[in-house]
Nanobody
Framework: QVQLVESGGGLVQAGGSLTLSCAAS????????MGWFRQAPGKEREFVGG????????FYANSVKGRCTISRDNAKNTVSLQMNSLKPEDTAVYYC???????????????WGQGTQVTVSS
C-alpha cells in the first residue's frame, strides 16, 4: 500500500503560480511512476503530467506543457507540480497518483490521493 496526500491548492489569480505537493508513504513509493491528474466539475479526470521513478523523465499533457514542471525528491518521498501562467480553465481538483510503470491512463493507476482544489480566478 502507498498512501498519498496532496497539499498546496488554493485560490490564485489568472497568470499566477502555484506549487502542489504530494507526500507519499508506505510501501517503497520510490518504485512508482507518479502522475498528476485533475478533474473539473462535469468533466473526466485527465492526465496533467508524470515523472519516472528516478526523476530522469517527465511527461506533460499538451494543455499544460511549458507551464508546468514536475519534480520529485525520493529522499523525502515527495512529488511536486509547479504551475505557472495559470488560466481559469486550470480550475480543478488535482490528484497525485502512483503506478508501477509509465502511464497516462488513469485506469491503470494503483493509488490515489484525496485531491486538492485549485481555483483560478479571471
Amino acid at each position: 500500500q502507498v498512501q498519498l496526500v496532496e497539499s498546496g491548492g488554493g485560490l490564485v489569480q489568472a497568470g499566477g503560480s502555484l506549487t502542489l505537493s504530494c507526500a507519499a508513504s508506505g510501501r517503497t513509493p520510490t518504485m512508482y511512476f507518479m502522475g498528476w491528474f485533475r478533474q473539473a466539475p462535469g468533466k473526466e479526470r485527465e492526465f496533467v503530467g508524470g515523472i519516472t521513478q528516478s526523476g530522469a523523465s517527465t511527461f506533460y499533457a499538451n494543455s499544460v506543457k511549458g507551464r508546468c514542471t514536475i519534480s520529485r525528491d525520493n529522499a523525502k518521498n515527495t512529488v511536486s507540480l509547479q504551475m505557472n501562467s495559470l488560466k481559469p480553465e486550470d480550475t480543478a481538483v488535482y490528484y497525485c497518483a502512483a503506478v508501477r510503470r509509465v502511464s497516462t491512463d488513469r485506469d491503470e493507476y494503483d493509488y490515489w490521493g484525496q485531491g486538492t482544489q485549485v481555483t483560478v480566478s479571471s
